[in-house]
């Protein structure tokens, strides 16, 4: 079992910039990626980032260039930074681990409002 804790989020004006923050805990030694989802509100989830424990990252085209996704293996700790953010950028942020094993674990979602 994983356990997961997010951290950040909130609002923010547009051109701004935002960092979520997710610790994991338990069975990390079984964790190989780790990565971000977005949920807006009447659309489905989508992968926003996500980074392989080789420091490996891919990113959803609707952020490239604005977003960066970066990993600390010793405190099983992903980092989501967001760079002129823009009003599609609202949403529920949540954090996935998924284990070699390839179950999946999610963290409680956090929220990113991009407004005035």
């Known amino acids: 079992q994983v356990q997961i804790v997010e951290s950040g989020g909130g609002l923010v004006q547009p051109g701004g910039s935002l960092r979520l923050s997710c610790a994991a805990s338990?069975?990390?030694?079984?964790?190989?990626?780790m990565g971000w989802y977005r949920q807006a509100p009447g659309k489905q989830r989508e992968l926003v980032a996500v980074?392989?424990?080789?420091?490996?990252?891919g990113y959803a085209d609707s952020v490239k260039g604005r977003f960066t996704i970066s990993r600390d293996n010793a405190k099983n700790t992903v980092y989501l930074q967001m760079n002129s953010l823009k009003p599609e950028d609202t949403a529920v942020y949540y954090c996935?681990?998924?284990?070699?094993?390839?179950?999946?674990?999610w963290g409680q979602g956090t929220q990113v409002t991009v407004g005035q």
């Open positions: 996935n681990v998924r284990t070699v094993s390839t179950a999946d674990y």
């Open positions: 980074i392989t424990r080789a420091g490996s990252a």
């Open positions: 338990g069975d990390v030694n079984t964790i190989r990626n």
